[in-house]
Nanobody, 120 residues
């Protein structure tokens, strides 16, 4: 089992950048594929990006390709989401999750979420 805690959200102007972090507890972090999922108010959850257990495989939603980058540090039990060229439509609660690098249905563990707000 793994517990996840996100940090790094906040308010940023359009065109700006933020880096989210997700710290995981448990010795098995390095065996999990990890992902970031977001949910805007009144909308369904959207799978944003994911990475395999060793970082060799990644997936990005079309909406964030070229702007967001997912990385992980297994020594630090942490996964990161670097978000550049942010747009107002990126405003959402961002969740870190474990279990798959490209499928919401296979995500088994979730963090509590961190709010990202992009002003125009």
């Amino acid at each position: 089992q793994v517990q996840l805690v996100e940090s790094g959200g906040g308010l940023v102007q359009a065109g700006g950048s933020l880096r989210l972090s997700c710290a995981a507890s448990g010795r098995t972090f390095s065996t999990y594929a990890m992902a970031w999922v977001r949910q805007a108010a009144g909308r369904e959850r959207e799978f944003v990006t994911g990475t395999s257990w060793n970082g060799a495989l990644t997936y990005y939603a079309d909406s964030v390709k070229g702007r967001f980058t997912i990385t992980r540090d297994n020594d630090k039990n942490t996964v990161y989401l670097q978000m550049n060229s942010l747009k107002p439509e990126d405003t959402a609660v961002y969740y870190c999750a474990a279990g798959s690098y490209r499928s919401i249905e296979n995500l088994n563990y979730w963090g509590q979420g961190t709010q990202v707000t992009v002003s125009s």
